[in-house]
């Protein structure tokens, strides 16, 4: 594993944050199906309904998407806006990463080792990125306005640490019927725990395409 996965996913793995934490609390989330089951690796994310000229200021990190055993690794990524991505071919076979998402669209042609150029990720949305080559490589990216958020572990648990404050709380699954954010507003105010209930399906697109869990691609960071 090179330096630049290494940097990237100490920032973006299952917990993301790197503003400081000085003076904030922990939220922990439990994010589960109508039917009580726990979403694995769900995206929990929180908006300040307010924004401070610091958080403004705040630039985010690069990160690295990278291929690896003809899959994308890691499979979910959380990002946020402003966010440039590097997407090196680890394999010695040539892919050709592309995204046709609202959120994002771009074309990575046939390619091995450093990929010709990063891409910037400017806007918020839910991007599916393919390879035009093998039809069973797929990942998703979610970009938010917001450098509070984590990628909930195989519990469907998240534990972030936030300032005190109104925030809009938002869960993104991959499971999700009908595609859309899962919300509601949260008052941050000391040490809390809530739970989310998802309108999720039993199937999983990932493992249907790629036969493999979530997990066990995420585990690979």
Known sequence: MNLNRVVYFFFAGLVCFWLPSAGADTLTVDVSSTVGKPLDYSVVFLEPLSLSA????????KAVIAQEQSLFIPAISVLQTGTQVEF????????????????KTFDIKLYLGRAPSSELFDRPGVVAL??????????????????????????????????????????????Q?????????VTVAGAQSLTLSVDASAFDPYTEVTGRSVGSVQARQ
């Open 54 to 61: 610091d958080l403004a200021d705040q630039a985010p990190p």
């Open 88 to 103: 090196p071919n680890l394999d010695t076979v040539r892919h050709h990463v592309y995204s046709f998402s609202e959120a």
């Open 130 to 175: 393919g390879c035009n080559i093998h039809d069973a490589m797929i990942a998703w990216v979610v970009v938010v306005d917001t450098p509070y958020f984590a990628i909930a572990d195989n519990n469907g648990r998240v534990s972030m640490d936030v300032p005190a404050g109104d925030y809009r709380l938002k869960v993104w699954d991959r499971r």
């Open 177 to 185: 019927l009908g595609g859309t954010e899962q919300e509601r507003v």
